[in-house]
């Protein structure tokens, strides 16, 4: 049947992605970080999204939320940054496919400098 083997859910795409991809085309650390990051940032967030309802505002929230959070341990962007970059090669993937439209890939916002900082 068309479209039989099109992921139902965000989480159901992204274990495809990590095993088509992130353990495939990467090597073993960065393979290791981007799947942790996946399913510790993102999975954990919008894991149960339908995959075909997913919008860049979903994927961009990660991201803030994560960099909020960094923001708040005086931590720096590496870590939003690799997100950022693990989410926008998940989305790559899913529109290689066609499960979704390539538009929804997210870009990250720098948070500006808080006044301690500045």
């Known amino acids: ?18 095993a088509e991809h992130v353990e495939i085309e990467n090597r073993a650390v960065w393979a290791e970080e981007a799947e942790r990051l996946i399913r510790v940032e993102v999975l954990a967030q ?4 339908p995959l075909t ?3 860049k505002a979903d994927l961009s929230a990660v991201i803030s939320r994560k960099m909020v959070a960094l923001k708040a341990k005086r931590g720096n962007g590496v870590i939003a940054n690799r997100l ?5 090669g998940f989305i790559a993937y899913c529109a290689d496919h066609g499960w979704l ?3 929804k890939r997210p870009t990250m916002t720098p948070l500006p400098p ?4 500045a």
């Open 53 to 55: 309802q997913l919008k």
């Open 84 to 88: 950022c970059a693990v989410i926008s």
């Open 114 to 117: 808080s006044r301690s900082n």
């Open 1 to 18: 049947m068309l479209g039989s083997n099109i992921p139902k859910a965000e989480g159901d795409g992204a274990e495809w992605f990590i």
């Open 46 to 49: 919008i894991g149960n999204y």
């Open 101 to 103: 439209d390539v538009n």
